[in-house]
């Protein structure tokens, strides 16, 4: 059974950090797509960064460039998502999820297999 646990949400001021973790039970990370979603209040879901699963290579929106870095520890099973910089417009249940496996490319979007049940993230101004 697959199980993606995510950890490290909470309540912080803006200008402020937090580490979200991702613990993966079931699957092997290094070889998945690895992402990070979030969902604020009112809105649809979204794509906020990913690892894919051969080289490392990471992606990530435009609106965390420069302050969300994503990771992986492959000895750990465990994807990380570092936020730096928090503004308010970052509240939101962030989820990790897992998919395409192997495969060289993959749509964020769409193509995920396994998704965790999210931790609120709340940036207070």
């Known amino acids: 059974q697959v199980q993606l646990v995510e950890s490290g949400g909470g309540l912080v001021q803006a200008g402020g950090s937090l580490r979200l973790s991702c613990a993966a039970s079931?699957?092997?990370?290094?070889?998945?797509?690895m992402g990070w979603f979030r969902q604020a209040p009112g809105k649809e879901r979204e794509f906020v960064a990913a690892?894919?699963?051969?080289?490392?290579?990471?992606y990530s929106t435009d609106s965390v460039k420069g302050r969300f870095t994503i990771s992986r520890d492959n000895a750990k099973n465990t994807v990380y998502l570092q936020m730096n910089s928090l503004k308010s417009e970052d509240t939101a249940v962030y989820y990790c999820?897992?998919?395409?496996?192997?495969?060289?490319?993959?749509?964020?979007?769409?193509?995920?297999?396994?998704w965790g049940k999210g931790t609120l993230v709340t940036v207070s101004s």
């Open positions: 690892v894919t699963w051969s080289g490392g290579r990471t």
């Open positions: 079931g699957i092997t990370v290094r070889n998945y797509h």
């Open positions: 999820a897992a998919g395409c496996l192997f495969r060289g490319s993959c749509n964020y979007g769409s193509s995920m297999d396994y």
